[in-house]
């Protein structure tokens, strides 16, 4: 591999386009957390800038007040003050990358710019740590063995909140110059030439998409409901009865838990771009209460059922459980589906 030959006229180009990114970052969020719970229907987020941290930051702070995390300011970190100089000193090598174009130097930068990418993350993560774990001790909440740490990526439980943490626009322009700079550095040193002659690129394409959708995406099973202590997500009562408890999970991974089928179907009517594309689960009407997705459960539907917020529809993962149990319960046999619309 010469590391001293030029690069070529499509990969300058690229390489100014990379440039462009990374500058636009910078005038956009880098990453998002966002944070639902009953009393915040509306969510709170926090949108962390190259600079500066946006959103419901003042809300945040008084929260973290009662339970004794630190109160979250800019001017705390270091990171605000040099993060736009070190973005724009890649931006700047990219466009002198792309005038020199020589592969050495292409080499070099996308090698710094991967260990900026891999510092980075383990730099929010301690941040995230410290944040989460040294707490005051004179707090007005306090409970014992539990930290506040959020998720780096993806969804976590925190108390009554859940705590979902996502790269926002800047972080996608980020992401997408430090794939274009991968991109680049397969292309030139004949890497990708020879995974194509061996035809395996697109199985490489396919694990390393299956892979992100893994780790960002849902984790497809539901969380068990506690009873007498979970919250329904629609009307904020405590569920209580195990025969018509539910819950549903969010393609980002967000679990929401109902104590009825029909605050199910409510919240899901209230919140269409929340729970598109969302999988659906409930508990089984007969012991031990099994929760599983909808579209396993045979149901019944009317006559004498009639659940904690007066829902119509009893689940039963056996069907010969159903039509036995229909005899005393009067109803209709269905499926979710149908008996939902």
Not at 150 to 168: C, E, H, M, T, V
Not at 277 to 304: N, Q
Request: charged share 15%.
């Amino acid at each position: 591999m010469n590391t001293n030959s030029k690069i070529s006229g499509l990969s300058r180009v690229t390489l100014f386009i990379i440039a462009g990114l990374l500058i636009a970052s910078v005038f956009y969020p880098i990453w998002r957390i966002e944070l639902d719970a009953p009393q915040y229907p509306e969510g709170l987020s926090i949108l962390i800038f190259a600079d500066k941290i946006g959103g419901d930051l003042q809300i945040v702070n008084g929260l973290n007040h009662y339970i004794g995390m630190k109160q979250i300011h800019p001017h705390d970190f270091i990171e605000f003050t040099i993060l736009v100089y070190i973005i724009g000193f890649y931006a700047a090598f990219s466009i002198l990358t792309a005038l020199l174009a020589r592969k050495k130097i292409l080499y070099t930068l996308f090698t710094l710019f991967l260990l900026f990418g891999i510092l980075s993350m383990v730099d929010f993560w301690r941040w995230e740590y410290d944040y989460g774990h040294n707490l005051d001790p004179n707090a007005a909440i306090i409970v014992p063995g539990m930290s506040y740490q959020p998720p780096l990526i993806g969804f976590k439980k925190l108390l009554n909140f859940g705590a979902f943490s996502i790269p926002d626009v800047g972080g996608y322009l980020l992401m997408a110059g430090g794939v274009l700079m991968t991109i680049l550095v397969l292309r030139e040193s004949k890497i990708l030439t020879k995974i194509r002659k061996k035809r395996t690129a697109t199985l490489a394409a396919t694990v390393l998409l299956t892979a992100m959708l893994t780790s960002c995406g849902s984790s497809g099973t539901p969380e068990p409901i506690t009873f007498n202590s979970d919250v329904c997500e629609n009307c904020k009562m405590t569920i209580a009865d195990p025969r018509f408890a539910c819950e549903l999970i969010t393609t980002k991974g967000r679990c929401a838990k109902f104590d009825d089928g029909i605050c199910m179907i409510n919240y899901t009517k209230a919140h269409p771009d929340k729970t598109l594309s969302a999988t659906y689960y409930i508990c089984d009407y007969l012991p031990p209460h099994t929760i599983t997705a909808v579209e396993k459960m045979s149901c019944i539907k009317g006559g004498i059922i009639s659940g904690p917020m007066g829902g119509t529809i009893a689940a039963f993962a056996s069907k010969d459980s159903a039509m036995v149990y229909n005899a005393s319960l009067q109803g209709e046999m269905t499926t979710w589906d149908a008996g939902t619309r």
